[in-house]
T-cell receptor
Framework: DTEVTQTPKHLVMGMTNKKSLKCEQH?????MYWYKQKAKKPPELMFV???????INESVPSRFSPECPNSSLLNLHLHALQPEDSALYLC?????????????FGDGTRLSIL | AQRVTQPEKLLSVFKGAPVELKCNYS??????LFWYVQYSRQRLQLLLR?????SIKGFTADLNKGETSFHLKKPFAQEEDSAMYYC??????????WGAGTKLIIKP
């Protein structure tokens, strides 16, 4: 399995809702990432988990809460989002550590905040 | 400063013509560069990395440290090459700096 799988593909939520995005990989990768991508822009790094520990948080607002239950799974919990949070949320994984292997991306979850 | 510059937001060429997407970088260390491609409604996927020096889908890219460039080239464009192309520079084990992207349109 050489894929990063993200669910759901689309999500519409109100500003008071709580929802979660899910990401899974079975490539044995030990680093997992959340990115936010606005239309026609490059991805912006949000969080990095390395060996199931949060190693990078790019000053993301607390209404986004990441979780890494195990080495294959990554969640992003959403609460009280704002309309400007509407975007494509990408999960990626890579081997981790000092490996120079590239990041592999999922299809993303297209999130719309009403 | 660490920076990746893709000077063209949009590049439009005819099918069969040569293509060159420009990427310049600014980095004090030994650069590790990638080209990623995002076809319409598809995932962001790795196209090339300078370490591997391979040709994928007819594309090549050579790292020129003197000119701090990593331009992406293809001798004969095909319609299926139409996509968004991003150049990226690795600055740590986990962090990439991305260029703004170039939208490539191949006209029939």
């Amino acid at each position: 399995d050489t894929e990063v799988t993200q669910t759901p593909k689309h999500l519409v939520m109100g500003m008071t809702n709580k929802k979660s995005l899910k990401c899974e990989q079975h490539m044995g990768h030990r680093a997992m990432y959340w990115y936010k991508q606005k239309a026609k822009k490059p991805p912006e790094l949000m969080f990095v988990y390395s060996y199931e520990k949060l190693s990078i948080n790019e000053s993301v607002p607390s209404r986004f809460s990441p979780e890494c239950p195990n080495s294959s799974l990554l969640n992003l919990h959403l609460h009280a989002l704002q309309p400007e949070d509407s975007a494509l949320y990408l999960c990626a994984s890579s081997q981790g550590g000092n490996s120079n292997q590239p990041q592999h991306f999922g299809d993303g979850t297209r999130l719309s905040i009403l | 400063a660490q920076r990746v510059t893709q000077p063209e937001k949009l590049l439009s060429v005819f099918k069969g013509a040569p293509v060159e997407l420009k990427c310049n970088y600014s980095y004090s260390g030994s650069p590790e560069l990638f080209w990623y491609v995002q076809y319409s409604r598809q995932r962001l996927q790795l196209l090339l990395r300078h370490i591997s020096r391979e040709s994928i889908k007819g594309f090549t890219a050579d790292l020129n440290k003197g000119e701090t460039s990593f331009h992406l080239k293809k001798p004969f464009a095909q319609e299926e090459d139409s996509a968004m192309y991003y150049c990226a520079l690795r600055i740590s084990n986990y962090q990439l700096i991305w260029g703004a992207g170039t939208k490539l349109i191949i006209k029939p």
